[in-house]
């Protein structure tokens, strides 16, 4: 039984840090808004080394449409416009010599359309993480019966799994449903 409880327990965290890995890559699709997060994916060329963006400069917004990255060294701006410039996001990044500024154009209707197939594409993903984790918890239960737990005690640990499957992809259809509405909203 021991073992059992470990084994829910780890489909537990497994599921949990699969529906957070599926926000932060919703939190990656802009919707018109600027967010800090959108650049989270990012890196800088930091003395030869890749480096994050957010840990090479400081990144804020001054509005709701502009996004401000403040290098902490000044002549890592060059390296952070090209970073972009190579990024998916589709921006173009403007320097004053202090800063970084990108302005988050208003979205077109079939730039909506397109994120939020990008976002059902992600929230699928997110799903079949879940899925896998299921079977791959189902498959361990299933090789204790071989050393010796009942029956039982495996068919209940099973129904339990298939019960936290469920839960955590109506998470994963709320939250896509969440950034959907976001994203429509003009």
């Keep these: 039984m021991e073992e059992i409880s470990m084994y829910l ?19 990656k699709i802009r919707a018109g808004k600027a967010t800090p ?19 090479a ?11 401000i990255i403040r290098p902490f060294e000044k002549k890592l701006i060059n390296d952070i416009e090209r970073a972009i410039i190579n990024s998916d996001l589709g921006l173009s990044p403007q320097s004053d010599g202090e800063v970084v500024r990108l302005v ?14 990008q976002v059902k594409n992600e929230g699928e993903a ?4 879940i899925r896998s984790i299921r079977k791959e918890t189902n498959e361990e239960l299933r090789k204790l019966l071989k050393d010796g ?3 039982d005690d495996i068919k209940k640990a099973e129904e339990k799994v298939q019960a936290l499957t469920d ?9 896509i449903g969440e950034k959907e509405k976001e994203i429509m909203t003009v």
């Excluded at 327990?9 to 939190?27: C, R, V």
């Excluded at 990144?59 to 449409?65: E, S, Y």
């Excluded at 839960?167 to 939250?175: A, G, L, R, T």
């Design 167 to 175: 839960s955590h992809i109506i998470k994963v259809d709320q939250m």
């Design 149 to 151: 737990a009942s029956e």
């Design 9 to 27: 327990d780890e489909a537990i965290e497994l599921m949990d840090k699969a529906i957070k890995h599926t926000g932060l890559e919703f939190n």
């Design 37 to 55: 997060s959108m650049v989270d994916g990012i890196t800088v060329d930091y003395y030869g080394v890749p480096t994050p963006l957010n840990q």
């Design 104 to 117: 988050i154009p208003p979205l077109n209707e079939e730039r909506r359309r397109s994120l939020v197939k």
């Design 126 to 129: 997110g799903k079949v993480s």
């Design 57 to 67: 400069a400081t990144v804020n917004t001054t509005d709701a449409r502009t996004l």
